[in-house]
């Protein structure tokens, strides 16, 4: 039997696919979110002058970064639950992997951006009598946070697509629901393809609306 | 206002200060030379506390302030300090630089603060840059600025780090007539410089540094046109015939 392009099933299945695709972006947004969050304590841990924070930081980065989030996201779902006695619900499961997940990489854009700012602006800043903190919130980390933008829209891609890993753990995300689909009619080509282009549409999305914040915020001088 | 006693400074094994003493008046103007790597921006970083000496005590404004009790952040107001490489903050607006430091430290309005950053910009010659940014300016305007800023905190000394050194030339004029006025003013300096023909005129005392001892100090008539210390001797050869 000759395989037959049937785009129609695409129409009719819609309107799951985008119940699937409010879910991804849910998790991804609210992963992201506290992710953000993470990340900034992670990577400001790891520039502490305090070594037992540092140390910390440095472990949670390498412990997270060294492990696939498949095998993060199975241990919290499935593993978590048995130590501590609570099921923790898909969905709040799947905005903590990405949350931890990306907090690791975020940490060290966090870092990166931090370091990547002149050492002379810190000396500025304490040389007018603020303090260390008083500088990182003025004058360091508003310059850094702009640096931060084009590896942090990356990291938003990225975490977006590692939404489809959460399938395993049960989460009614995109794929999943293109995979319930596949289930019933078997139309794999035209429903996966379709999935595939939903989240080629958002990440080029994503990149879009980043270049477009990048010339609104003023660029800064390199030095 | 400045009083330095037997200040040595270490990095790693390599000693850069080998106990300099210093004393600096209620409206002296201060300038220190010396060959490079001679430990003289040390000193000034030694006396806002931007390095840690290694021994030895220093006096700002009647604080100890190697005394790890006393709050340097106050310490560092009250001597402020202005960079070789200006280190404006370049996402703030020239007016919001010289305003950050009497809003968050001295605790005024930011009516206040911005009212008394005008008048310094005007002072500097900058009243019409206040809305801009500093990568706007050229390096004598940003230098001006990084001046205003220190003078907003109405500090009791300003410490100079060779302010014109990063600067082209034909700007050098700009922030040195800027820095003759303050001393006019009767505002206390310690200037780490190059620039022979101010600390000629302008200093009230010079003190050479050479191999992290001070070498030679007095007037600038006698310094310059007599100078005894050999090692000074060579150092203003290189410098003048330069």
Known sequence: ?223 | MIRIENLHKSFGSLEVLKGIDLHVRPGEVVCIIGPSGSGKSTVLRCINRLEEPTAGRIIVDGKDITDPKTNMNLVRAEATMVFQQFNLFPHMTVLHNVTLGPVKVRGLSSAEAEERGRELLAKVGLADKAENYPDQLSGGQKQRVAIARALALQPKVILFDEPTSALDPELVGEVLEVMKQLAREGMTMVVVTHEMGFAKEVADRVIFIDGGRIQEEGPPEAFFSNPENPRLRDFLGKVIAH
């Open chain 1, 1 to 223: 039997m000759a395989f037959q392009f049937e785009p129609s099933v695409v129409v009719e299945t819609f309107p799951m696919l985008m119940r699937g695709l409010k879910l991804t972006v849910v998790i991804t947004i609210g992963g992201l979110f506290f992710g953000f969050i993470l990340g900034s304590i992670a990577g400001l841990m790891k520039i502490s002058r305090n070594i037992l924070l540092r140390k910390l930081a440095g472990v949670y980065i390498e412990s997270i970064r060294g492990t696939p989030m498949l095998v993060q996201a199975m241990f919290l779902y499935y593993g978590v639950p048995m130590a501590l006695g609570v099921r923790i619900p898909p969905i709040m499961a799947g905005i903590i992997v990405i949350a931890v997940n990306s907090g690791a990489y975020i940490a060290e854009i966090v870092r990166g951006a931090i370091q990547s700012i002149d050492p002379g602006q810190m000396e500025a800043g304490r040389s007018i009598g603020l303090t260390r903190s008083q500088t990182m919130r003025y004058i360091i980390w508003p310059q850094a946070f702009r640096r931060m933008i084009p590896p942090l829209g990356n990291q938003f891609i990225i975490s977006l697509k590692d939404t489809s890993l959460l399938m395993v753990i049960g989460v009614g995300e995109l794929l999943r629901t293109g995979q319930e689909i596949v289930a019933v009619n078997f139309r794999a080509f035209e429903v996966y393809m379709a999935v595939g282009i939903v989240y080629l549409v958002m990440t080029l999305g994503i990149a879009k609306a980043l270049r477009a914040l990048e010339q609104h915020l003023r660029v800064l001088p390199e030095k």
